[in-house]
């Protein structure tokens, strides 16, 4: 006799657009099954990053290429995982059944299977590590993709420390609230660049100088600065490099927030052209691992780092998360209860 697979509710994309037109709840998805050196987790948060939405709307259409051409071939979004150990395959001995983790499933083999907007997920447990006691699940959820690129772009790419001067552009948003309060743990100088209506919340991370960038054009000014990470690519690459000091690093970190066909590839592209010549540019691979996930434990056990969260919606309502962040204007992360 063969039983059915066990199901879950999942939220499942059917094409591209607006998120409530192609996102639905559906509660016959199949559970994932862990293979030998991953873990099945009852998910219990997850958060949504630009990949996330930038799939969900199809836009710009370039990713359409890699992602399947009139729906994406892996149906379910999502990356960022916080929640409890339901079982673990042969090969995991550092997780058990109950254990409370969060990591991510970005760049594994799992990437290309079920996401995490979902009841259950596999996740590679080297991908894992358990949430901190003092974390929400949500917090935890929503620190990692953003964190782990911000802890990346700061400590490895920027080699930043005490009294680097560091520039964030997009600094109320998922990346650059958590990039400017661990540029401050490593001892910099930081200038926050953000809409008039979260430079209050830019300041209390920690920023010592905060641009509003309706009212000043931070490309304009006279200073200069070591570091600059661009979250947002809305300015020319070479008019951003040229706030950079003599042996400072310029580190792009959007695919731009324009531009239907090919979004900010044009201008990743320049940048990193400009990187062949004297100006320094360098780019942020995001690498989940117990190495980095540790160290943004640390990072948030220590009340260094917190997670901004703007609001948590419940799973059913995934579309209105994918909506907030497809705005460009959250303060912080959108994250997801499930
Ligand atoms: N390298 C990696 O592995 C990696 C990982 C994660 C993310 N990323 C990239 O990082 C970028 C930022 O991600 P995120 O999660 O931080 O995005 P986000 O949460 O949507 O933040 C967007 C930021 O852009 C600002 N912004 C929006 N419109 C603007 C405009 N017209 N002019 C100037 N600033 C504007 C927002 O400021 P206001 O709201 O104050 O207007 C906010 O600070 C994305 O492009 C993403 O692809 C890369």
């Not at 037109?21 to 990053?49: E, F």
């Not at 079920?114 to 259950?120: C, E, I, L």
């Not at 931070?218 to 020319?236: A, C, G, M, Q, W």
Request: hydrophobic residues 40%.
């Amino acid at each position: 006799m063969t039983t059915d697979p066990p199901t879950m509710k999942a939220i499942v994309q059917r094409g591209y657009g607006a998120p409530e037109r192609v996102l639905q709840l559906d509660q016959t998805t199949a559970r994932p099954v862990p293979g030998d050196n991953d873990v099945l987790i009852r998910v219990r948060a997850t958060s949504v990053n630009t990949p996330d939405s930038a799939t969900v709307a199809g836009v710009p259409y370039v990713l359409r290429a890699q992602a399947g051409l009139r729906r994406p071939k892996q149906p379910i979004r999502g990356s960022d995982v916080a929640g409890m150990v339901e079982a673990v395959g042969q090969g995991v001995t550092d997780l058990q059944a109950g254990d409370e983790v969060f990591g991510s499933l970005w760049g594994s083999a799992n990437s290309s299977k079920p996401g995490t907007f979902a009841q259950y997920t596999v996740v590679p447990a080297s991908q894992l590590v358990k949430k901190p006691a003092g974390l929400s699940f949500e917090e935890a959820a929503a620190s990692v993709m953003t964190g782990l690129t911000s802890l990346l772009a700061m400590r490895d790419v920027g080699h930043v420390g005490p009294g680097t001067r560091v520039l964030i552009n997009g600094a109320s948003g998922g990346v650059g609230t958590m990039a400017v309060q661990i540029a401050k743990s490593l001892g910099a100088e930081v200038t926050g660049v953000c809409s008039a209506r979260n430079v209050e919340l830019v300041r209390s991370l920690g920023a010592d100088h905060v641009i509003d960038y309706a009212t000043q054009d931070f490309t304009k000014n006279e200073s200069r600065y070591d570091v600059i990470l661009d979250n947002v690519l809305n300015h020319p690459p070479k008019a951003v490099a040229r706030l950079l000091t003599p042996q400072g690093v310029f580190i792009p970190n959007s695919l731009g927030i324009s531009g239907k066909l090919l979004g900010g590839l044009p201008r990743v592209a320049r940048a990193a052209l400009m990187g062949k010549g004297s100006t320094d540019v360098k780019f942020v691979t995001l690498a989940v691992n117990h190495e980095n996930l540790n160290a943004l434990v640390r990072l948030l056990e220590s009340g260094e780092a917190k997670t901004i969260i703007e609001r948590a919606y419940p799973l059913d309502d995934a579309a209105g998360a994918i909506t907030r962040v497809l705005g460009h204007h959250a303060s912080g992360k959108i994250a997801i209860t499930v």
